[in-house]
């Protein structure tokens, strides 16, 4: 059973950068893929980004302006928020989904993800 914790996350101002972390109590070479997703009060858990083992994938409203890592040596995975904006605030959630389970085929389904992190908050201002 994965277990995993995010952090990073805060209050920014438009405009400027955000890095969340997600570090699992494994190895992170042991899923296929790993994610982000937001979900805002009211609404349904978007995906954000994915970082699979054959590629990456993002959501239209974030291209260009998220980036999704892993580390597999420090087991963790982030997402850089550059050109933050307003509705950009919500609850990041970090997943992972087993190397067993395969590639997801739609990588920023939630459906697809059995390891969830609680969560971090990003708020922005102005």
């Known amino acids: 059973q994965a277990q995993l914790v995010e952090s990073g996350g805060g209050s920014v101002q438009a405009g400027t950068s955000l890095r969340l972390t997600c570090t699992t109590s494994g190895d992170t070479r042991k899923f296929a893929c790993m994610a982000w997703f937001r979900q805002s009060p009211g609404l349904g858990r978007d995906g954000v980004a994915s970082?699979?083992?054959?590629?990456?994938y993002y959501a239209d409203s974030v291209k260009g302006r998220f980036a999704i890592s892993q580390d597999n040596a420090k087991n963790t995975l982030h997402l850089q928020m550059n050109t933050v904006k307003p509705e950009d605030p919500a609850m990041y959630y970090c997943?992972?989904?087993?190397?067993?389970?395969?590639?997801?085929?739609?990588?920023?389904?939630?459906?697809?993800?059995?390891?969830w992190g609680q969560g971090t908050q990003v708020t922005v201002s102005g």
């Open positions: 970082i699979c083992t054959d590629g990456a």
């Open positions: 997943a992972a989904r087993g190397m067993s389970d395969g590639i997801a085929q739609f990588p920023l389904n939630h459906n697809n993800y059995a390891y």
